[in-house]
């Protein structure tokens, strides 16, 4: 495709899209994750801060279709506006979704359009989690290449389901036996459970359980200020679940899920500092790689907090890592 427009939506005009025809545009694109849905970039742009607006780009074909659309937001910063992905900080991957999504053309307009926005408007622009080799990625380090990026990369990884613990080396599998062997000894007086939500009134009640282990940890320890709540509420049962480890009934480390076909994404993990001598992580991970595999999930892909904590050094056999970066210009130049 060759022949397009890009159109900006901001405010209330982006906000229509995101309830409107972005469900079509996420259901053409298959490529999409959860984090693409209109559910979620919905409720993001609902905890956006007063000083920040949702701001998507649309690419549109001569005849006026939308075929593909880039959700991002405008941060009026007390130094100078910031144009960042809507989702930051907990989507894996900042892409385009529609049926024209991984066309260049599109990639290349999307990339114009936003570094000479940052250039006119004297903004910064921070695009964290850019697949540098997707086509929106290769298209802003061909259109500003001479834009010196800052190029981070975090630590993310993906587990291939289900997990052969009998083909691990042996150093892992003596690990995950001296951790089982903890928890066998624990339950020998106490009551273990482990439980992964199905329905909206079970994701409602975990979520406030998830929230309250949060608050445990402080502020300086979880410095994410959002309403996860109300995200999960919006975002439904269907696509979003949290799973449980429970001594005695009281929960001390939560998982949230984020669920599209046979793939599942972490958010953020949580667990009562009182219990981490018990690496309660560890536990429920083994739990949630066996669970989401009996349900026919072959791919979960791990949060930073998840891989750096819980999923390093292939404790859990076929990790392959995700080919994302923070691509941050440290200066605006022009397109």
Not at 5 to 15: D, F, H, K, N, T
Not at 60 to 79: F, K, N, Q, W, Y
Not at 206 to 218: C, F, M, P, S
Not at 238 to 267: E, K, N, W
Request: charged share 20%; proline share 9%.
């Amino acid at each position: 495709m060759t022949t397009l427009s890009v159109r900006e939506l901001r405010g209330p005009q982006a906000m229509d899209l995101l309830t409107g025809k972005w469900r079509e545009l996420y259901a053409e694109d298959r490529l999409a994750t959860p984090f693409q849905s209109a559910d979620w970039l919905t409720a993001c742009a609902r905890q956006l801060p007063c000083t920040a607006t949702p701001l998507v780009l649309t690419a549109v074909s001569p005849t006026g279709r939308i075929v593909a659309a880039l959700p991002l937001a405008r941060h009026e910063d007390r130094m100078r506006p910031r144009i960042s992905p809507l989702s930051v900080p907990h989507a894996p991957c900042l892409r385009p979704i529609g049926p024209h999504a991984n066309d260049p053309a599109v990639a290349r307009a999307f990339a114009f359009h936003v570094l000479l926005a940052a250039e006119q408007e004297d903004a910064d622009v921070a695009l964290a989690t850019v697949d540098t080799d997707s086509p929106l990625g290769q298209a802003l380090h061909l259109i500003g290449a001479d834009i010196s990026w800052t190029r981070t990369t975090p630590p993310r990884t993906a587990i291939l389901l289900p997990v052969h613990y009998n083909a691990l080396p042996p150093s892992v599998q003596r690990e995950h036996t001296r951790r089982r062997r903890t928890w066998t000894r624990l339950a020998a007086n106490h009551t273990i459970t482990y439980t992964r939500t199905r329905h909206m009134q079970d994701l409602a009640a975990a979520a406030a359980v998830w929230a309250d282990l949060q608050h445990r940890h402080g502020p300086q320890d979880n410095p994410d200020t959002t309403d996860w709540v109300a995200v999960l509420e919006h975002q439904g049962a269907p696509q979003a679940s949290i799973a449980t480890l429970s001594v005695d009934s009281t929960v001390i480390a939560a998982q949230l899920c984020l669920t599209r076909g046979p793939h599942c994404y972490t958010l953020p993990f949580v667990a009562d500092p009182a219990h981490r001598h018990l690496a309660p992580g560890h536990a429920l991970l083994r739990y949630l790689v066996d669970d989401l595999a009996a349900d026919g999930i072959h791919t979960l892909h791990l949060d930073p907090t998840t891989s750096r904590r819980h999923a390093s050094r292939g404790q859990y056999g076929a990790v392959r890592p995700d080919a994302r970066a923070a691509l941050t210009p440290t200066r605006s130049a022009a397109a």
